[in-house]
């Protein structure tokens, strides 16, 4: 009995102390959730104001974090938009015109078509890994991560300070909240619908709502995704860019 006794425990030990996850590991599987080496998705953006809606569907491939190309497939209007990102530098090309216009940095905090989603949280011209410090605070919820980023002195943005909001469970976000400069909450992003998409535990949807604009939100819906998937080594050109039309 003592000998049972004592396999019990050395078996369950390693369990109660299993590791926690460092702040790091949490923040990186925020920034990479619908990325990998590589990644193609097809989604849908609902955007809402108090005066109107529309939708768009949209196509999108990535390669890291470095580089990212979307083009719109609907409404008719819109088709043939695009949007490339390589490493710090945007361009959008907009068919009606065949014109690329390079968007500068001052830029990168502007809306994207319209939407409350930003060209920066569209092609993560910043990351969260790389431009702010993070750290571990105090949160309502013990089943849940909270992790307070502050940008660096270098990092452009307008945000006084994010915080990330996490399941302990498997660490998948459950909501980012924006701070401007002065601490008022300025607007807040959820996650939910977790599904397996492309053989990865994700949340198929997002939505952006601004708390000071009444009304407005903006939702992505994932309808597919693959990652490491096989890229035509020309998807992040120009060329490609003025292609989509």
């Known amino acids: 009995m003592k000998k049972l006794a004592a396999l019990l425990c050395f078996c369950i030990t390693p369990l109660l102390f299993a590791a926690e996850p460092t702040v790091e590991e949490i923040v990186k599987k925020s920034d990479e959730l619908y990325r990998s080496k590589t990644s193609y998705a097809e989604m849908e953006m609902q955007i809402e104001t108090a005066d109107w809606k529309r939708t768009m569907r949209m196509k999108a491939w990535t390669e890291g974090m470095k580089k990212t190309f979307i083009t719109i497939l609907e409404p008719k209007k819109d088709a043939g938009i695009g949007t490339l990102k390589i490493d710090t ?126 009304g407005n939100k903006t939702t992505i819906i994932y309808k597919d995704i693959q990652f490491d998937v096989k890229l035509d080594p020309d998807t992040f050109t120009l060329r490609n860019l003025q292609k989509q039309r």
């Open 89 to 214: 530098k945007m361009w959008n090309y907009f068919p009606k015109i065949n014109k690329v216009m390079q968007i500068p940095p001052s830029m990168m905090m502007g809306s994207w078509m319209g939407s409350d989603f930003t060209n920066d949280d569209l092609v993560k011209e910043s990351t969260l890994m790389d431009d702010y410090t993070y750290k571990l605070i105090a949160g309502p919820d013990a089943a849940k991560y909270y992790i307070e980023l502050t940008p660096k002195e270098k990092t452009a943005t307008v945000w006084g300070r994010i915080v990330v909001v996490a399941n302990k469970s498997d660490l998948l976000p459950v909501a980012q909240e924006f701070y401007d400069e002065k601490g008022t909450k300025v607007r807040l992003m959820t996650f939910s619908d977790v599904k397996v998409l492309g053989g990865k535990k994700i949340p198929a949807v997002m939505e952006l709502r601004s708390l000071t604009k009444s």
